[in-house]
């Protein structure tokens, strides 16, 4: 099976920087798209990052000029940087990544676990 561990999380200052991080593991053939999504308390999750495997990067609004989205093919990992974080940046970050585990094989969604992120005033 796949596997999606992210770590990185945790309490920081308004202002401060966090670098989440999310390795894939297990029965991987190849990997599209990899993603950051955040969901806040009594909200929907909502996407904040992407980037494909060639490197093409898409933003949500709220966190252009503030986030970075990158990835190590090599290691199928998927990072995100944060900087200037807001009291309104806290919520349960989720990794989610679209994998094929076979050569032939069609790509399936696949989800982390999740890792809280929180920002104080």
């Known amino acids: 099976q796949v596997q999606l561990v992210e770590s990185g999380g945790g309490l920081v200052q308004s202002g401060g920087s966090l670098r989440l991080s999310c390795a894939a593991s297990?029965?991987?053939?190849?990997?599209?798209?990899m993603s950051w999504y955040q969901q806040a308390p009594g909200k929907q999750r909502d996407l904040v990052a992407q980037i494909s495997s060639v490197g093409t990067t898409i933003y949500a609004d709220s966190v252009k000029g503030r986030f970075t989205i990158s990835r190590d093919n090599a290691k199928n990992t998927v990072y995100l940087q944060m900087n200037s974080l807001k009291p309104e940046d806290t919520a349960v970050f989720y990794c989610?990544?679209?994998?094929?585990?076979?050569?032939?094989?069609?790509?399936?969604?696949?989800w982390g676990q999740g890792t809280q992120v929180t920002v104080a005033s």
């Open positions: 297990g029965s991987i053939f190849s990997i599209s798209s």
């Open positions: 989610y990544a679209r994998i094929a585990q076979q050569r032939n094989g069609g790509y399936s969604a696949f």
